[in-house]
């Protein structure tokens, strides 16, 4: 095989096995293979046993953190969401605007339960339908992407809304501080706010 040829194979697999990787919902075996596979050919793309060992072990570490619950509701009609933040409803199209984003704890240490929440508005005019919300959260350490948690699409009415995401903290998973970055989305619409977890 040439060497232009076998390069871009290994970035195709190694797109399949990211995926594997940092599907969250996925189970750690899967994860284990994918992360084991991102190293050999991390390494094989750069020409770096270390990094490709690096990038490897990172993956590894974060293998067995998955979302084991997640639950959503509606917390607000439309009235009583717009009398508690006194905004004017648009008069075309949907608005989302995020309320709230915590993790509780906000530290933990390996086997902790985190219960990650979310708040937010869904605003629309007055004879505005349910509309779907696409909702991210995604962990970040550094200024660098280290995992998908969730993403998901959610159908929402007018008012405001709420998701639980609860997470266990693995054994493998680097001491430091984390963020954890909430975005929601509709149509052009979209909201974005960190939360910090701090595993020690």
Not at 107 to 127: E, F, M, N, P, Q
């Given at each position: 095989?040439?060497?232009?040829?076998?390069?871009?194979?290994?970035?195709?697999?190694?797109?399949?096995?990211?995926?594997?990787?940092?599907?969250?919902?996925?189970?750690?075996?899967?994860?284990?293979?994918?992360?084991?596979?991102?190293?050999?050919?991390?390494?094989?793309?750069?020409?770096s046993?270390?990094?490709?060992?690096?990038?490897g072990?990172?993956?590894?570490a974060?293998?067995?953190?998955?979302?084991?619950?997640?639950?959503?509701n509606?917390?607000?009609?439309?009235?009583?969401?717009?009398?508690?933040?006194?905004?004017?409803?648009?008069?075309?199209?949907?608005?989302?605007?995020?309320?709230?984003?915590?993790?509780?704890?906000?530290?933990?240490?390996?086997?902790?339960?985190?219960?990650?929440?979310?708040?937010?508005?869904?605003?629309?005019?007055?004879?505005?339908?349910d509309?779907?919300?696409?909702?991210?959260?995604?962990?970040?350490?550094?200024?660098?992407?280290?995992?998908?948690?969730?993403?998901?699409?959610v159908?929402r009415?007018?008012?405001?809304?709420s998701?639980?995401?609860?997470?266990?903290?693995?054994?493998?998973?680097?001491a430091?501080?984390?963020?954890?970055?909430?975005?929601?989305?509709?149509?052009?619409?979209?909201?974005?706010?960190?939360?910090?977890?701090?595993?020690?």
């Amino acid at each position: 095989m040439k060497p232009n040829k076998m390069k871009l194979t290994a970035i195709a697999c190694t797109g399949v096995l990211l995926t594997g990787c940092a599907t969250m919902e996925q189970s750690m075996g899967l994860g284990a293979v994918g992360c084991a596979g991102v190293g050999v050919l991390t390494g094989a793309l750069t020409g770096s046993a270390g990094i490709g060992a690096g990038a490897g072990a990172g993956c590894m570490a974060l293998a067995g953190l998955a979302i084991y619950s997640y639950h959503s509701n509606q917390t607000r009609t439309a009235a009583q969401d717009q009398q508690l933040y006194g905004y004017a409803a648009p008069v075309n199209g949907t608005e989302v605007k995020i309320r709230d984003a915590n993790a509780f704890p906000k530290t933990a240490r390996a086997g902790d339960t985190v219960k990650l929440t979310l708040d937010y508005s869904v605003i629309g005019a007055r004879d505005a339908q349910d509309v779907n919300v696409e909702e991210t959260m995604v962990l970040k350490k550094d200024g660098k992407v280290e995992k998908s948690l969730s993403q998901r699409m959610v159908p929402r009415p007018m008012g405001g809304g709420s998701s639980e995401v609860n997470i266990t903290i693995p054994s493998q998973m680097p001491a430091g501080t984390y963020v954890i970055e909430n975005t929601i989305k509709t149509g052009t619409s979209y909201d974005v706010r960190d939360t910090v977890l701090i595993v020690s």
